[in-house]
């Protein structure tokens, strides 16, 4: 009797599998290929695995939807999480490891401590997450975004791997890449921004032609979509220098909605309308090519498709 109703138990406390897995048949997104190969699981379920890094292809997690899969690849997911950890609340951690790490940050928060603001930053609040985990840990910047743009933000575990990444940046980071939404139709719908940016006493970059008068910047600009007032921009960057994009946006004269120090007289956003989309590089210890995409906002989109 005993044994009969231990084995009854066990039976009804059988755990359903925590993991799937499968190899891709044909060229497909990867949020496509899940709906297809797992028919038993929502398209909500499985947009909520991506988003919190469950999905990996070929051993790399993955969390963009529209991401390509090519036959033969395998698609691995987790549907247990991971023990939860407390990430600071305003950070959106994209992916760790022993090496770096990367965020997703909001707008209206420093990359790093200034004499007005010190406590704060997305440093100061990702330090403590990580020290909070071994008090030994340390992270270091490796690049920085503008207080008021938002986006994708890579940070290094060691001081070796700051300098590694710092010291073969054209090599490494194969593609920076940022949406912007900006004032009136851009015309030409592509092209190149070229110039010498210099930063004035007052925290202002002037931009000129002349060599001389400072650090060269490039922007490469291309429309995604137009409506009567307002640009969506891809706008991938050459060089990466303090407001490059928004003095390049003034530039033409088509600046990001929501710049006021740069000559937009909107805020149609609440905040300014530029946002690191596209983060890829080689991974300094593994040598993986890596590539993470938020996405557009969609705030940019509705204010797009509204006006």
């Known amino acids: 009797m005993m044994t009969g109703n231990h084995n009854h138990k066990r039976k009804s406390e059988k755990k359903k599998p925590n993991a799937s897995s499968f190899t891709i048949e044909k060229k497909d997104t990867l949020l496509d290929s899940l709906i297809t190969n797992l028919p038993q699981k929502s398209r909500k379920i499985l947009k909520i695995v991506l988003g919190n890094n469950q999905v990996s292809v070929d051993g790399k997690p993955v969390t963009q939807f529209n991401h390509v899969v090519s036959p033969g690849q395998k698609v691995d997911v987790r549907w247990a999480t991971a023990v939860k950890r407390r990430h600071p609340k305003e950070l959106n951690i994209v992916y760790m490891d022993d090496a770096i790490i990367v965020i997703n940050k909001p707008p209206g928060l420093l990359t790093i401590a200034t004499d007005k603001e010190k406590r704060k930053t997305a440093y100061s609040m990702l330090s403590n997450y990580v020290k909070s985990e071994n008090k030994d840990n340390k992270i270091f910047i490796i690049h920085r975004i503008d207080r008021e743009t938002s986006g994708l933000l890579m940070f290094a575990r060691s001081e070796e791997i700051k300098h590694k990444i710092q010291g073969a940046w054209s090599t490494t980071i194969r593609q920076r890449a940022y949406v912007g939404v900006v004032e009136g139709v851009v015309?030409?719908?592509?092209?190149?921004?070229?110039?010498?940016?210099?930063?004035?006493?007052?925290?202002?970059v002037y931009s000129s032609q002349n060599e001389k008068s400072g650090k060269r910047a490039v922007t490469h600009y291309k429309t995604i979509q137009t409506s009567t007032n307002f640009t969506l921009l891809q706008l991938n960057l050459e060089t990466g220098r303090k407001h490059q994009i928004r003095v390049h946006m003034q530039d033409i004269g088509h600046p990001v909605v929501g710049d006021k120090k740069y000559g937009s007289g909107l805020n149609l956003l609440g905040r300014m309308g530029l946002h690191a989309q596209m983060l890829a590089f080689t991974h300094p210890l593994t040598g993986e090519q890596c590539q993470f995409d938020t996405g557009i906002p969609t705030t940019f989109l509705r204010l797009i498709r509204a006006r």
């Open 187 to 204: 015309e030409p719908a592509e092209g190149t921004i070229s110039s010498y940016l210099k930063e004035s006493k007052a925290f202002i």
